[in-house]
């Protein structure tokens, strides 16, 4: 193949790479945005290694395989769920950048920078545990989602009693 | 024949629409808002004004059409700066790592852009207008990879994107997309596809101005929240608790 080729086969893939994501930015701005909550607790139980290693021990190889692809599926659920309440508490936390009082405006700083934080640690998650999904042998470090999440929830709650007057809080029930 | 007729159709209809987005910017007053996309439209309505006025008449429109097409890539440098800043204003704890990842990205794309120059050869025979196809299929490879950028970054981030930054960038996008995929054809087939090009060219610039001019039309939409609490996964998990357990 002559490089011409190969820059034209590199190019077109780039170009549809270029549509995908166009596409996809048009797409999601349509969808709604309805923020779900969180069952912490059922989630720090998904992440639990200990409970994990439990199972790896009293099961057969492929009963854990199969047990841990189902947990890793459900995990999956959840960390969308955390990251889709982190992308709603970012855009309404990132309308509040205006705000007249300036207590809210710097609660809205920390409650952006936390929620950036944690969609960072999702995309971490993801990455991870599609490894694990295809490799159900391996175990990562669990992503520290949990505590920052629990974060999360606190500074909303912070913003939220800060704007009380406001008649469009943001986010309060994630 | 047919080509050129299609091509003059689209002229005159790019150079109303240019205008039509000219005027809009100016009565929405979004010229002071966004200087470089301002400068942008009316430097595009110029530049196809002169390019209409130049065709015909061989060297003469060349020069004037490269000269113009150089000047409308910068400013389109330009809108993709006012769109990164205008995007992260609302966040100013993400711009660190966005200006970190926006340089990177900047440094993969003018290094691909570097390979491309040296490595195309161009199906063009007059030397000059190869090298300034092939530059402008690097520099157009940056355009569009700086805005895929964009596009990734906020969508990895749920940034929200007010309705006509929104709007800029994808209008440009589209453009510039359209843009790199006709001159690529340009460089592997040669002139063979130069007249279907032209046409596909003016129909996406079309699209881009009435993208722009819609979405700077167009209120912004208010975003309201609500609650809704689903239970649908923890019922997985509790489904596949109770298979293992009953296995």
């Known amino acids: 193949m002559t490089s011409a080729v190969i820059i034209a086969v590199v190019i077109t893939v780039f170009v549809l790479c270029a549509i995908a994501i166009f596409l996809g930015a048009l797409h999601s701005r349509r969808s709604h945005t309805v923020q779900r909550s969180v069952d912490l607790k059922a989630f720090r139980i998904l992440m639990d290694r200990g409970d994990e290693n439990f199972l790896r021990a009293k099961l057969s190889r492929n009963a854990f395989f199969r047990l841990k692809r189902q947990r890793t599926k459900v995990t999956w659920g959840y960390v969308s769920r955390m990251s889709f309440n982190a992308k709603i508490v970012l855009q309404g936390a990132g309308r509040q950048r205006l705000n007249s009082n300036p207590r809210v405006v710097e609660q809205a700083a920390s409650t952006i920078a936390l929620a950036g934080q944690i969609r960072t640690q999702c995309l971490v998650a993801y990455a991870k545990m599609t490894t694990e999904y295809i490799f159900p042998s391996l175990q990562f470090t669990p992503a520290r989602l949990e505590s920052q999440y629990e974060s999360l929830r606190d500074s909303v709650a912070r913003l939220a009693s800060l704007q009380s007057q406001d008649s469009t809080p943001v986010a309060v029930a994630i | ?247």
């Open chain 2, 1 to 247: 024949m047919a080509h050129n007729a299609l091509i003059s159709v689209f002229w005159v209809l790019s150079l109303v629409l240019n205008a039509g987005l000219v005027a809009v910017l100016i009565g929405t007053r979004s010229v002071k808002k966004f200087p470089f996309f301002g400068s942008y439209a009316a430097f595009t309505l110029l530049a196809s004004a002169l390019c209409y006025l130049a065709r015909g008449q061989g060297p003469r429109y060349f020069y004037v059409y490269w000269v113009c097409e150089g000047i409308s890539v910068l400013l389109g440098f330009g809108v993709v700066y006012e769109v990164f800043g205008r995007l992260l204003t609302p966040y100013p704890a993400l711009r660190r790592l966005a200006l970190t990842i926006f340089q990177w990205s900047i440094i993969v794309l003018v290094l691909m852009g570097g390979i491309v120059l040296f490595a195309q050869s161009a199906a063009e025979r007059n030397q000059f207008a190869a090298a300034v196809m092939i530059i402008e299929e690097a520099t157009r490879i940056i355009e569009v990879g700086l805005l895929m950028f964009l596009f990734l970054f906020s969508t990895a981030f749920g940034l929200h994107w007010r309705q006509c930054v929104f709007g800029m960038a994808l209008g440009l996008g589209i453009f510039a997309t359209i843009e790199l995929i006709g001159i690529t054809m340009q460089n592997y087939w040669g002139a063979s596809v130069q007249g279907s090009f032209a046409v596909i060219r003016a129909i996406a610039f079309n699209i881009s101005l009435m993208v722009w001019a819609g979405y700077l039309l167009v209120p912004e939409k208010v975003v309201t929240t609500a609650e809704a609490l689903q239970h649908g996964q923890l019922e997985q998990w509790n489904q596949v608790l109770t298979e293992f357990i009953y296995q």
